[in-house]
């Protein structure tokens, strides 16, 4: 008598054809499950997604998720923050907007990876105003950044030459114990190379660099 495979085996055929690059016979694979009268489960939607969000499949994921939805299946945090990191790496960020926007729509909490990729991605494009509003947005809703959320709000401001608002931010840090990494201490070598502003900012340094070495 024939095994008749189950979601967990569609699931882990399903990561290893994607982690091989077989997208297409990845998707064939989906709708074969569907077929069998089997319907995928969160970890299915997370490997689907997060399989072609990595291979840069971002239109074939956007339309998983909206069949996803359309089937009345709810997504999870986890499955938002692979779908909208996507987009942002792909330079759909007004579109990783309005799906970070339908979150809380969907009853559910943006989490400091949320937050934090977009944010990145703010700060990647130069909207350094709007990248501050959402740490404030961030904060007051009790979501505590973290030091990658801090690294790269530092990193959009030193690129554009906004020093007084990074050192600001080492202060918030320092202030609220976040352990700087070497990204940390590389943002903040840029700081102090910025021709004729390094040295009026040399007095945040010494604290951060302590953290580091011990």
């Known amino acids: 008598m024939g095994l008749i495979p189950n979601t967990v085996t569609y699931t882990t055929l399903l990561g290893g054809l994607l982690g091989a690059g077989s997208v297409r016979a990845a998707l064939t694979l989906v709708n074969e499950m569907k077929a069998s009268g089997l319907s995928p489960d969160r970890i299915t939607y997370i490997t689907l997604l997060d399989g072609l969000c990595k291979r840069n499949y971002i239109a ?23 779908l909208i990191d996507g987009l942002c790496k792909d330079g759909k960020i007004e579109m990783a907007k309005k799906l970070f926007d339908c979150i809380s729509d969907s009853g559910l909490v943006p989490d400091v990876i949320t937050y934090t990729v977009m944010i990145n991605s703010l700060c990647k494009e130069g909207l350094m105003e709007e990248a ?79 953290k580091v070495h011990e």
């Open 60 to 82: 074939e994921a956007i339309n998983v998720f909206q069949a996803m939805v359309n089937s009345n299946f709810q997504p999870c945090i986890q499955i938002y923050n692979i």
């Open 132 to 210: 501050n509003k959402l740490f404030c947005k961030m904060e007051e809703n009790g979501c505590v950044p973290d030091i990658f959320t801090f690294n790269a709000i530092l990193r959009g401001f030193v690129k554009i030459n906004e020093m007084q608002k990074a050192v600001e931010f080492l202060h918030m840090m320092d202030k609220r114990d976040v352990s700087p990494d070497v990204d940390t201490i590389s943002t903040v070598v840029d700081v102090l190379s910025k021709e004729g502003q390094g040295l009026q900012f040399i007095e945040c340094i010494p604290t951060f660099v302590r």
